[in-house]
């Protein structure tokens, strides 16, 4: 059985919205995202093409990130790269409460 970590990462109000902040908890690089509606999602912070543009420095747009180094549209509900580009990334449970944000790896 595996343990998860959940870690308080900010306060709801803090994070801004349609912007990344990245985060590192237990060695994973993360991105948490805000979008308009006010949904939090947090995905692995490094696009999947062989450069790796860190996608907490990304455009939102709706509840996607565009990777800022070969314009990837990577979904941030489940990771996953929109065609015609391939790939995906690792996507991390986001819980809200008391407005706290809190990841889990």
Known sequence: MTTKTKVAITRVQELPVRAGIPVTIDGHS?????????????????S????????????????????????????LIDGKVQAPDEGQVQTYHVDIEQN???ISI
């Open 48 to 75: 999947p093409h062989p450069k790796g543009g860190v996608l907490s420095e990304g455009l939102v747009s709706g509840n996607y990130v565009f990777c800022p180094v070969y314009d990837w549209k990577i979904s």
């Open 30 to 46: 993360i991105a948490v995202f805000k979008v308009t509606d006010g949904s939090v999602y947090a995905i692995e912070n490094k």
């Open 100 to 102: 706290t944000i809190y």
